[in-house]
């Protein structure tokens, strides 16, 4: 019997579901696996596995939709386009239960760092070594799919914020699991395969992308205090500016019809994050673009 739930979030993604499927179906331990259909255009046609259909909702949604249909003490997500080692979820399972750990996180298969399991043993310890640099400062990317959660900790009798949230959905995602955590294992060895195909909203700017990154500094000014940190703590200021950085670039560099529209995605940027726009955005703009056509010419 499975004590395991795999959760996956589709939408349109007959091509790759497959591979990700089949690698779920191989795991050495027993998985019971939950595709949550986000409103595909050509829905799902699966056999094998539990197939929810949705409107459209975005990833968040979908994958509280999964863990609210589980049935298993532990819950799992795994990407559309992604694959895992067979024997993901066997160590992952056995650490969790060996060490009585409400969360246990692994590796991305390539980026592993190459030393012995650690165990964060109080709350005190998950805030200081994962929350505090992941979910607050923003040193490393707060993903759900390489983590085991333990669903009676991280999901049972919490009330979700709803949101339709798609870029920082496992920020937000996280920022709620992990308030009652006090035990968090992590297993060094590279068990998930994380691919970025070309058309990821990762790479390409929207102005959705905006209206997400507000969002998420809602759930941050949400969900901070929960840990012991305040809203106005210089942490979360920082977290922004560095995100606002991360956007100008990415709009300053994206491919527009024209150098008015490219600087009217940087405006719209300052005034739905900060307010105003600042009055030296165009030369901002100019050193961005000249810098990364520099970049261009050296990598020739």
Known sequence: MAEITVIIPAYNAAKTIGQTIAGLKAQTVPVDIIVVDDGSVEPLRLEGVRVIRQVNQGPYTARLNGVSASTT???????????VEPDMYE?????????????????????????????????????????????????????VWNKLYRKATCFDGHVFSPSRIL?????????????????????????????????????????????????????????????GIDVDDPVMKQ????????????????????????????????ESIVGEVPAALSLKVCAIRFAKSIQRLIRR
């Not at 819950?75 to 386009?81: P, S």
């Not at 996180?105 to 929350?131: A, F, H, M, P, T």
């Not at 560099?253 to 150098?259: D, F, I, K, V």
């Open 239 to 270: 977290w922004i500016s560095k995100n606002l950085r991360n956007y100008v670039i990415t709009a300053s560099c994206a491919p527009c019809r024209s150098w008015r529209e490219r600087m009217s995605n940087v405006r719209y940027i300052y």
């Open 167 to 227: 870029m920082f959905e496992d920020l937000a995602i996280n920022l709620q699991a992990f308030q009652r955590v006090s035990r968090m294992g992590l297993l060094h060895h590279g068990l998930y395969h994380y691919e970025v195909n070309s058309g990821s909203s990762v790479r390409n700017f929207k102005r959705k992308n905006v209206d997400d990154f507000k969002e998420a500094i809602r759930f941050r000014e949400l969900y901070a205090p929960g840990f």
């Open 73 to 83: 003490p532990y819950i799992g997500f795994v990407d559309a386009d992604d694959t």
């Open 91 to 143: 160590k992952m399972l056995s650490f969790a239960k060996t060490e009585d750990l409400d969360v246990v996180q692994c590796d991305i298969v390539g980026q592993s760092v190459q030393r012995g399991n650690e165990v964060l043993k109080d709350q005190d310890e998950v805030l200081r070594r994962y929350v505090k640099p992941t979910l607050i400062k923003g040193e490393s990317s707060a993903f």
